[in-house]
């Protein structure tokens, strides 16, 4: 017969040794064990806008006309779903100068259809106050989510429409405030400004706002004067902080009855407080946001180990068969 090769089984005790420990690592798998590691989750306050200016139809969903807050709670239902289990979200709303908080952060998988349902259930009618001040409510909220164990991120949904308007000079800044706090202010509406839709305390619609309706200048500048003819006030020689100055803060004098997007305002609001800006254009945009870096934190986490242990079981049990089917050269005569 012609020297070759020939297949042979691995030795006895080799096999015997693999068996054993794929039988070890099987029992250990049915104790249910965990190993630490670290994931990347998201713990985030979502705050929204329930003020009226909120009502405008300027988006669309399915190709038909939407309200910014309809467009928002659409994107919000998209986004819930990209969030990675183990994350956190908490709804709260806002209105004349105060955010409120709906409920504490819980967990999006095991709460999905409750996370669903209760913003849903937010609309126009939750607003207590006609007013709008975007940059306090910004605050109350940033005071709410320091106040809540893990601190969790600020998300604020706004058109950044302020009313009554401010007057650049004495605008409430609160810099400094928020230190180590992420969070992300999220622009909803077209820039193009429209009318601002009324409703009553249940919601029925009662038409648009007027102008003579709306408050069209900030308070400080209306029936201000010197108390002599004539004279001018000290704050008035400065035009870069006269009335017209409001336009930088978005303001629109004499149009405040009409609402856009104030997207140059909520970027200021965003830099001062160190968060980032997002103008929502699509849901999976505003996914992706949510899940952004700046927003991300690594949490340590027990993962369930019991997938390692059953793999190195069933290559164990494998093992004796590939060594049996190795090449072997046969001795010579």
């Not at 928002?72 to 209105?95: D, R």
């Not at 005071?143 to 601190?151: F, H, K, M, N």
């Not at 009324?198 to 038409?207: C, I, R, V």
């Not at 934190?297 to 060594?323: E, H, K, N, S, T």
């Given at each position: 017969?012609k020297?070759?090769?020939?297949?042979?089984?691995?030795?006895?005790?080799?096999?015997?040794?693999a068996?054993?420990?794929?039988a070890?690592?099987?029992?250990?798998g049915?104790?249910?064990?965990?190993?630490?590691?670290?994931?990347?989750?998201?713990?985030?306050?979502?705050?929204?806008?329930?003020?009226?200016s909120?009502?405008?139809?300027?988006?669309?969903?399915?190709?038909?006309p939407?309200?910014?807050?309809?467009?928002?709670?659409?994107?919000?239902?998209?986004?819930?779903?990209?969030?990675?289990?183990?994350?956190?979200?908490?709804?709260?709303?806002f209105t004349?100068?105060?955010?409120?908080?709906?409920?504490?952060p819980?967990?999006?998988?095991?709460?999905?259809?409750?996370?669903?349902?209760?913003?849903?259930?937010?609309?126009?009618?939750?607003?207590?106050?006609?007013?709008?001040?975007?940059?306090?409510?910004?605050?109350?909220?940033?005071?709410i989510?320091?106040?809540?164990?893990?601190?969790?991120?600020?998300?604020?949904?706004?058109?950044?429409?302020?009313?009554?308007?401010?007057?650049?000079?004495?605008?409430?800044?609160?810099?400094?405030?928020?230190k180590?706090?992420?969070?992300?202010?999220?622009?909803?509406?077209?820039?193009?400004?429209?009318?601002?839709?009324?409703?009553?305390?249940?919601?029925?619609?009662?038409?648009?706002?007027?102008?003579?309706?709306?408050?069209?200048?900030?308070?400080?500048?209306?029936?201000?004067?010197?108390?002599?003819?004539?004279?001018?006030?000290?704050?008035?020689?400065?035009?870069?902080?006269?009335?017209g100055?409001?336009?930088?803060?978005?303001?629109?004098?004499?149009?405040?009855?009409?609402?856009?997007?104030?997207?140059?305002?909520?970027?200021?609001?965003?830099v001062?407080?160190?968060?980032?800006?997002?103008?929502?254009?699509?849901?999976?945009?505003?996914?992706?946001?949510?899940?952004?870096?700046?927003?991300?934190?690594?949490?340590?986490?027990?993962g369930?180990?019991?997938?390692?242990?059953?793999?190195?079981?069933?290559?164990?049990?494998?093992?004796?068969?590939?060594?049996?089917?190795?090449?072997?050269?046969?001795?010579?005569?």
């Amino acid at each position: 017969m012609k020297p070759g090769r020939h297949w042979r089984w691995a030795p006895g005790f080799g096999e015997r040794g693999a068996l054993a420990l794929a039988a070890l690592a099987l029992a250990a798998g049915f104790l249910h064990p965990t190993l630490p590691w670290q994931r990347t989750l998201f713990e985030q306050v979502i705050v929204l806008d329930v003020t009226q200016s909120m009502n405008v139809q300027d988006e669309r969903l399915d190709g038909r006309p939407a309200s910014r807050l309809n467009f928002a709670k659409h994107a919000l239902q998209a986004a819930l779903q990209e969030l990675p289990c183990g994350s956190k979200i908490a709804w709260a709303v806002f209105t004349e100068s105060r955010s409120y908080l709906l409920f504490t952060p819980i967990e999006v998988c095991s709460n999905r259809a409750e996370l669903r349902a209760s913003l849903m259930g937010i609309d126009g009618r939750m607003a207590w106050s006609g007013n709008s001040e975007i940059a306090k409510a910004l605050h109350s909220g940033v005071t709410i989510v320091q106040a809540l164990p893990a601190t969790p991120s600020l998300v604020f949904v706004t058109d950044g429409h302020e009313a009554p308007p401010l007057n650049a000079r004495h605008r409430p800044r609160y810099e400094d405030q928020n230190k180590g706090l992420t969070g992300l202010v999220v622009g909803v509406g077209q820039v193009q400004a429209s009318p601002i839709p009324k409703t009553g305390p249940a919601g029925q619609s009662l038409g648009y706002w007027s102008a003579d309706e709306v408050q069209q200048v900030d308070a400080f500048s209306i029936g201000r004067g010197a108390s002599a003819g004539g004279e001018s006030m000290l704050e008035d020689a400065d035009d870069t902080l006269s009335p017209g100055a409001a336009v930088s803060l978005g303001g629109t004098p004499g149009s405040e009855h009409l609402s856009g997007l104030r997207e140059a305002y909520l970027r200021l609001l965003a830099v001062e407080n160190g968060f980032g800006f997002h103008r929502l254009r699509s849901a999976q945009g505003f996914a992706d946001a949510l899940r952004g870096d700046a927003l991300a934190r690594q949490v340590a986490v027990r993962g369930d180990a019991r997938i390692l242990l059953f793999g190195l079981a069933f290559v164990l049990l494998l093992a004796p068969y590939a060594l049996a089917l190795r090449p072997r050269r046969r001795a010579p005569r």
